[in-house]
């Protein structure tokens, strides 16, 4: 029989990936950008003319290949898309030391 071990809400933490919380965040950006792009039933070149980037690049980040891509290059590419970002910066709670980023859809 074998262990079957519960993973964290990270499953590049899970894997023991070095900057796990900033894949997490992009792969959670890619994953907007690829659902707005489904959405307006773009193709992969007018998505790309849009977004200021080639297709050959978009087809990765879209296919999770996103570790040449700045977050900030995301972050354009879904105002570019419509849509507003707001980036909110608070205290953590007295149960944790340091800080975590997450992202949050509206």
């Given at each position: 029989m074998s262990n079957i071990e519960r993973g964290s809400t990270n499953v590049y933490a899970d894997l023991g990936l070095e900057n796990a919380d900033e894949m997490l965040v992009k792969a959670q950006l890619a994953t907007k950008i690829g659902d707005i792009i489904k959405r307006r039933k773009l193709t992969q070149v007018q998505a790309a003319e849009l977004l200021?980037?080639?297709?050959?690049?978009?087809s990765g980040l879209l296919r999770g290949q996103f570790r040449g891509i700045s977050e900030s290059k995301m972050?354009?590419?879904?105002?570019?898309?419509?849509?507003?970002?707001?980036?909110?910066?608070?205290a953590?709670?007295?149960?944790?030391?340091?800080?975590?980023?997450?992202?949050v859809f509206a």
């Open positions: 200021g980037i080639s297709q050959p690049k978009l972050l354009e590419c879904l105002t570019r898309l419509g849509r507003d970002i707001q980036i909110v910066v608070k953590t709670p007295r149960s944790r030391t340091e800080g975590h980023v997450s992202v």
